[in-house]
């Protein structure tokens, strides 16, 4: 079975704080996404990457920036906190090819930012 | 712009009762549909998807899907539903946007299944 892991499943952060999400899978997908999940809005992608030390916007990629150095691991970093980053964050892989394939998904870090 | 659209964010209904969760998209000349459940404190997981030929798509656990060109609409349903079946639904689309695919999903429906 693919398995994608997120670092944490919950985090508590300080405003103006810096913080990193770690997201690791194991079948060598090509492609990682990171979203972010709120009630009412259902999942907004805020980067992907569809290779090493590539990267390419999403919707809201205001606040946010990513880090993709090994083909397993894809990063998201709050460069400084802010409340309104509280979110659930849920990342993603799937492998290049056909648009049949489904994108797997961790289990998510609940982020709040006080 | 929105591509996908779930029209109810919460649908409860009791237990062995039949259930719709309804998702209209945007027209697009090529359209791959999902469904994705998310079970309490769980990750997304896929439940099906059209890609072509027939219109109508099942899970193995008892849902099934319409695709709608007309209407552009991928309802989901179930003809009885179980008290295991209490998830978030989410409907999404692939789209290929700035010449990546991507997949944009819909608000997100909440079914509770009552006994």
């Known amino acids: 079975d693919v398995k994608v892991t997120q670092s944490s499943r919950y985090l508590v952060k300080r405003t103006g704080e810096k913080v990193f999400l770690e997201c690791v899978q194991d079948?060598?997908?090509?492609?990682m996404f990171w979203y972010r999940q709120d009630p009412g809005l259902g999942l907004r992608l805020i980067y992907f990457?569809?290779?090493?030390?590539?990267?390419e916007k999403g919707d809201i990629p205001e606040g946010y920036s990513v880090s993709r150095e090994k083909k397993e691991r894809f990063s998201l970093i709050l460069e400084s906190a802010s409340t309104n980053q509280t979110s659930m964050y849920l990342c993603?892989?799937?492998?290049?090819?056909?648009?049949?394939?489904?994108?797997?998904f961790g289990q998510g870090t609940r982020l709040t930012v006080v | 712009a929105q591509s996908v659209t779930q029209l109810d964010s919460q649908v409860p209904v009791f237990e062995e009762a039949p259930v719709e969760l309804r998702c209209n998209y945007s027209?697009?000349?090529?359209?791959?549909l999902f469904w994705y459940v998310q079970y309490p404190n769980q990750g997304l997981q896929l439940l099906l998807k059209?890609?072509?030929?027939?219109?109508l798509v099942e899970s193995i656990n008892g849902f099934e899907a319409e695709f709608n060109k007309s209407q552009t609409s991928f309802h989901l349903r179930k003809p009885s539903v179980h008290i295991s079946d209490t998830a978030e639904y989410f409907c999404?689309?692939?789209?290929?946007?700035?010449?990546?695919?991507?997949?944009?999903f819909g608000q997100g429906t909440r079914l509770t299944i009552n006994p």
């Open positions: 993603a892989s799937r492998p290049l090819g056909a648009l049949d394939t489904e994108a797997f």
């Open positions: 079948m060598d997908h090509e492609n």
């Open positions: 990457s569809y290779d090493v030390k590539m990267k």
């Open positions: 027209s697009s000349v090529s359209v791959y």
């Open positions: 059209y890609l072509s030929g027939s219109t």
């Open positions: 999404a689309v692939r789209k290929i946007l700035q010449g990546a695919q991507k997949l944009v």
